[in-house]
């Protein structure tokens, strides 16, 4: 697609049950991110990847936020036992990573995640 | 460590109004990327402007404009002559060289503009 596509686009689930969310990149961006909004507040770098593999995780919260990306493509979010504060906006982008020069990063429209 | 702060968290102002949002930034890197992104209430991030830390050169896009300060660590952004669809809330965010080059992003400031 044109751009970053995120689902769903909302997701409301009960407390102690489990939720993925699915980012699609831009075709041929080789870096891809995920970052959470609180109500308010700015974003908070989650995880990096490069290609399939995640060099940096230093943002995930605990170890109840995993993620993964595949074919160099599409990335899941898993939280694991949701708690009431994973209530958030989470918000995929993907950037060109050239080597030099930061590449802008596009980001999707995001899932937001309420947890009752 | 960086940090981004934007100290103003919403200004309200009439349509035809000058505003100036600003940024100011920390960082112990030589190189590194700031960036502005708009988000209307849609939700949506979209791209404004990166500009890396050797060129201070201000930059003019239309009725945007932005002042990059290395000496006070600014990166402050005008629109001038605001318009009712400028209504948003704005990001500034910094970016170090290499690594992950992961955004570090302020709190954002809502901007309202009146008709």
Same mark, same amino acid.
């Given at each position: 697609g044109a751009g970053v596509s995120q689902s769903p686009s909302n997701k409301v689930t009960e407390k102690g049950k489990d939720v993925e969310l699915r980012c699609d990149p831009i075709s041929g961006h080789t870096a891809l991110y995920w970052y959470r909004q609180r109500l308010g507040q700015g974003l908070e770098f989650l995880i990096y990847f490069q290609g399939n593999s995640a060099p940096d995780k230093s943002g995930l919260p605990s170890d109840r936020f995993s993620a993964e990306r595949t074919g160099e493509s599409v990335s899941t979010l898993t939280i694991q036992r949701? !708690? !009431?504060? %994973?209530?958030a906006v989470y918000l995929c982008a993907s950037s060109f990573k050239l080597g030099v020069g930061n590449q802008p990063q596009h980001f999707g429209d995001g899932t937001r995640l309420s947890i009752l | 460590a960086q940090k981004v702060t934007q100290a103003q968290t919403e200004i309200s102002v009439v349509e035809k109004e000058d505003v100036t949002l600003d940024c100011v930034y920390e960082t112990r890197d030589t190189t590194y990327y700031l960036f502005w992104y708009k988000q209307p209430p849609s939700g949506e991030l979209v791209f404004l402007i990166r500009r890396n830390s050797f060129d201070e050169q201000n930059e003019i896009s239309g009725r945007y404009s932005w002042n990059f300060q290395k000496s006070t660590s600014s990166f402050n952004f005008t629109i001038t002559? #605001?318009? /009712? /669809? %400028? #209504?948003a809330v704005y990001f500034c965010a910094l970016s170090e060289a290499g690594g992950s080059e992961k955004l570090v992003f302020g709190k954002g400031m809502k901007l309202t503009v009146n008709p």
């Open positions: 949701t !708690q !009431q504060e %994973d209530s | 002559a #605001s318009q /009712v /669809v %400028d #209504s």
